[in-house]
């Protein structure tokens, strides 16, 4: 476990960092930062990581996690004060789920910290309803979703979802499917999103693997708020994610989420996120050759871009990290792109709007942003982690 005066020094390093690496324009892969560490250092960890994952003992403390959330989801606390509920049956029914299932524990209405005996492969029948003040914790095993319709969050709130890989999600079916203990209700079938929000808040996704599914990765609608999205991998798909349901849900405009910590890998065309109506906090990192925009959006959407490094493909059409789904009118949305971002190979940002649209976070949301330079090392554990029973993860 790492002493207070390595944890002093490593905020000391990064401080010197962040005072010094602020040109926004430069052409070569920066120096990994771990190489101005200590030997016994092997990487730097962001403001969340750096919250829980020097401490050996995550897997009987696991519900510190629930204090670690930084951005406009902060305040999700999940299953914090509930019991522990073990999966150990990777089965599934959609209408009559039995006890050791992920579904059984996800529609309980008491709060529960959900974890998984062992690695296991899930294929849902039918979409998964996640009730309020439940944590999905995969530490310590390797699951995944898959090969079936994935996660709805719906009319509720304080849902963590924490190390699980969601991939190749498909559409669901028409029919019924248990919410609660005491409700079961007509479904009209999934789209094949990895993760829907809907109408909810106080919501937290964080290093998840995303990839490859029917429609989005994860889509934030009808009027959900209070969001973050850390630490996750994407890659191989089109639609990555969804802020916002349509142009003319003005509902919307109460959304904020915050998209920080995430690496946006290979394979992905567009929507990191594309934004209609609320506000995207978009901080710290890393994009990997888009091929169409990284950052869209629309309908007086506003955007901060801050700290992030984005390295444009050689596809001579997609070198701006934006785009804007209209063809006028847009000029006074206020999107934004702060001296930390970093452009590599040609990408740039086209921003728009005046006066001041930081993110406005209060005390406990608030977090320091990086320059963009240090974003791959912030990033470099993006997705499920490899965390092993009485060892730091």
């Not at 050791?100 to 309803?129: C, H, S």
């Not at 009319?155 to 669901?172: A, D, R, W």
């Not at 728009?352 to 791959?376: D, E, H, N, T």
Request: proline share 4%; glycine share 8%.
């Amino acid at each position: 476990m790492a002493s207070l005066a390595h944890i002093v020094l490593l905020s000391c390093l990064v401080a010197f960092f962040a005072s010094t690496l602020q040109d926004n324009s430069l052409d070569y892969e920066p120096k990994p930062l771990s190489s101005y560490l200590p030997s016994k250092y092997k990487k730097i960890l962001n403001a969340i990581d750096s919250c829980w994952r020097t401490e050996s003992n995550w897997a009987t403390n696991r519900r510190a996690l629930a204090d670690c959330a930084v951005g406009f989801g902060q305040a999700a606390i999940g299953g914090k004060y509930g019991k522990t509920y073990v999966v150990t049956n990777s089965d599934d029914d959609p209408t009559d789920p039995k006890p050791g299932t992920l579904r059984y524990g996800a529609i309980q209405n008491e709060p529960l910290w959900i974890i998984f005996a062992k690695d296991m492969v899930i294929r849902l029948e039918n979409e998964l309803m996640i009730n309020s003040f439940k944590t999905i914790d995969g530490r310590g095993a390797n699951v995944e979703i898959t090969d079936g319709p994935c996660l709805k969050i719906e009319g509720v709130s304080h849902v963590i979802i924490h190390g699980i890989s969601i991939h190749e999600c498909k559409q669901g079916k028409h029919g019924r499917v248990r919410s609660s203990p005491t409700h079961v209700g007509e479904r009209q079938g999934a789209d094949g999103d990895a993760i829907s929000i809907f109408a909810s808040y106080n919501i937290w996704i964080d290093h998840c693997y995303l990839a490859h599914c029917l429609d989005g990765l994860i889509d934030v609608i009808h009027a959900s708020t209070a969001v973050t999205i850390s630490n996750n991998y994407f890659t191989q798909h089109d639609k990555v994610i969804l802020l916002g349901h349509n142009d003319e849900y003005t509902a919307d405009k109460v959304m904020k989420v915050t998209v920080a910590f995430n690496h946006f890998g290979p394979g992905l065309v567009e929507r990191m996120p594309r934004v209609r109506f609320g506000y995207a906090h978009v901080a710290n990192n890393r994009y990997d050759e888009w091929k169409m925009y990284a950052i869209g959006g629309s309908a007086g959407s506003t955007i901060v871009s801050e700290g992030n490094y984005f390295i444009a493909s050689d596809i001579s059409y997609a070198k701006e990290v934006t785009k804007r789904e209209i063809d006028g009118g847009w000029k006074n949305w206020k999107w934004r792109s702060s001296s930390k971002d970093v452009f590599m190979n040609g990408a740039y940002f086209v921003p728009s709007g005046y006066g001041s649209c930081a993110p406005r976070y209060s005390k406990a949301q608030s977090f320091i942003v990086s320059p963009g330079a240090m974003a791959p090392a912030l990033t470099s554990d993006a997705g499920p982690l490899s965390c092993v029973v009485g060892e730091a993860c």
